[in-house]
């Protein structure tokens, strides 16, 4: 029977940790300075602070990103639409910032709606534009993904379609600190 005393031991010990654990999880815990505990449904006193130091009502009355704001940000979009020539090339930089001629030049830009919901907003603008004269050995950068690719071959080339391009475009928005961000170019829809 000696040997079965040991074992005896172990689990009641085991058993009995346990069940401490068990309740110590489940025992209420006085709220410091008289505060209610979370478990109640009363609502908490004072101003609750959002991430960025600013109360969530503050929050929620940030106005939206301006119109200029978002001009500027589908600008440089645009902008950053480059034709490489075969000589400026860099392979050995590729982190390096793309030079190049741009692709495209603003017609008319137009912010067709623009939402919020807490610290994101979306805004979708209407870029009209031209190609303009170049050639070169690739595209690159900003709306490359959305040029068709027979357009691409057709301006590398050095046939320029005389069109205007009409491209829809959505930003996502992210409050940072006391200012927007993009933090996201996409398609829009169609409508």
Same mark, same amino acid.
Not at 28 to 35: L, M
Not at 82 to 96: F, L, Y
Not at 106 to 135: E, W, Y
């Given at each position: 029977?000696?040997?079965?005393?040991?074992?005896?031991?172990?689990?009641?010990?085991?058993?009995?940790? *346990? &069940?401490?654990?068990?309740?110590? %999880?489940?025992?209420?815990?006085?709220?410091?300075?008289?505060? @209610? @505990?979370?478990? =109640? $449904?009363?609502?908490?006193?004072?101003?609750?602070?959002?991430?960025?130091?600013? !109360?969530?009502?503050?929050?929620?009355?940030?106005?939206?990103? $301006?119109? $200029?704001?978002?001009?500027?940000?589908? +600008?440089?979009?645009?902008?950053? =639409?480059? /034709?490489?020539? &075969?000589?400026?090339?860099?392979?050995?930089?590729?982190?390096?910032?793309?030079?190049?001629?741009? /692709? +495209? !030049? *603003?017609?008319?830009?137009? !912010?067709? &709606?623009?939402?919020?919901?807490?610290? =994101?907003? @979306?805004? *979708?603008?209407?870029?009209?534009? +031209?190609? @303009?004269?170049? %050639?070169?050995?690739?595209i690159a950068g900003g709306l490359t993904a959305w040029i068709p690719p027979e357009q691409r071959s057709a301006y590398l080339s050095g046939q320029i379609p005389s069109n205007e391009q009409v491209y829809r475009v959505q930003i996502t928005y992210k409050h940072r600190g006391d %200012?927007?961000?993009? *933090?996201?170019?996409?398609?829009?829809?169609?409508?």
């Amino acid at each position: 029977m000696r040997t079965d005393q040991p074992r005896m031991k172990i689990r009641r010990a085991a058993l009995i940790f *346990v &069940a401490g654990i068990i309740t110590a %999880s489940c025992s209420e815990k006085s709220a410091p300075d008289g505060q @209610n @505990n979370a478990n =109640t $449904s009363e609502a908490p006193r004072g101003p609750v602070r959002a991430p960025g130091g600013q !109360t969530a009502e503050a929050k929620a009355d940030l106005p939206p990103p $301006s119109e $200029s704001q978002i001009e500027r940000e589908c +600008l440089a979009l645009l902008r950053s =639409t480059k /034709v490489i020539p &075969a000589q400026g090339a860099r392979t050995d930089c590729p982190g390096c910032p793309v030079g190049g001629t741009e /692709v +495209l !030049t *603003v017609r008319q830009m137009k !912010t067709d &709606a623009v939402s919020c919901s807490g610290d =994101t907003c @979306n805004a *979708v603008v209407t870029i009209r534009a +031209l190609f @303009n004269p170049g %050639s070169g050995e690739r595209i690159a950068g900003g709306l490359t993904a959305w040029i068709p690719p027979e357009q691409r071959s057709a301006y590398l080339s050095g046939q320029i379609p005389s069109n205007e391009q009409v491209y829809r475009v959505q930003i996502t928005y992210k409050h940072r600190g006391d %200012s927007w961000q993009a *933090v996201e170019f996409d398609r829009a829809p169609v409508e």
